[in-house]
């Protein structure tokens, strides 16, 4: 069993640049969710997609953040263009079982994470 | 809102030592309790989990009890290990996971 997996697991850029966050959920799996975590807000739900269809995107915290899922199997989180500020590191989560309305009750499987440094 | 509130840390311990994390949570509705575990380097791992009162979650010798009369689910282990430094977070599900802050604890030999 994989796990959810997410590319790349480190990430440097500067200022400006466009930055894209990979997340493949696991396998059966209908819900994923887009965290961040950082010292001074702890972990943040950013953006939760049930069946392929963003359900919940409030945690998203301004325009220059965007997230697709594509197919059950992947999703992207873009940051366009990148500031000092998002600097944290982005989980990936799926589950099963969940309906739009249910997003929490089912356990969660958190990927290891992308660390982003924006300069 | 739904919220969580977890004892700060960080917590040193000497190995054998009687590990207590408190978390106590606001909700309107009835929702399920989590554990989760953060290794070093590492994301989340659901570590326990109850989702009704007075259910017990237990793993790996930790244990929490999901108290509704004093809105607690407190983790508790008896006998801790290196190996459990880790960072704990309680959590909250309701309509979406809320997380606590998050206790830092570090076990020494």
């Known amino acids: 069993d994989a796990g959810v997996i997410q590319s790349p697991r480190h990430e440097v850029t500067e200022m400006g640049q466009e930055v894209t966050l990979r997340c493949k959920p696991i396998?059966?799996?209908?819900?994923l969710f887009w965290y961040r975590q950082t010292m001074m807000r702890g972990l943040e739900l950013l953006i939760y997609?049930?069946?392929?269809?963003?359900?919940?995107d409030s945690g998203m915290p301004e325009d220059r953040f965007s997230a697709k899922m594509p197919n059950a199997s992947f999703s992207t989180l873009k940051i366009q263009p990148s500031e000092p500020r998002d600097s944290a590191v982005y989980f990936c989560?799926?589950?099963?079982?969940?309906?739009?309305?249910?997003?929490?009750?089912?356990?969660?499987?958190f990927g290891p994470g992308t660390r982003l440094l924006v300069l | 809102g739904d919220s969580v509130t977890q004892m700060e840390g960080p917590v040193t311990l000497s190995e054998e030592a009687c590990l207590t994390i408190n978390c106590t949570y606001t909700a309107t509705g009835y929702p399920s309790l989590f554990w989760y575990v953060q290794y070093p380097g590492e994301g989340l791992q659901l570590l326990l989990k109850?989702?009704?009162?007075?259910d017990k979650g237990s793993n790996k010798g930790f244990e929490a009890t999901y108290r509704k009369e004093t809105t607690s689910f407190h983790l508790e282990k008896g006998s801790v290990q290196v190996s459990d430094s880790a960072v704990y977070f309680c959590a909250l599900s309701d309509d979406r996971l809320s997380f606590g802050a998050g206790t830092t604890v570090t076990v020494r030999a």
């Open positions: 997609f049930n069946n392929n269809v963003p359900i919940d």
């Open positions: 109850a989702t009704k009162a007075d």
């Open positions: 396998s059966g799996h209908n819900s």
């Open positions: 989560a799926s589950s099963q079982g969940g309906t739009s309305g249910s997003r929490g009750k089912e356990t969660q499987y």
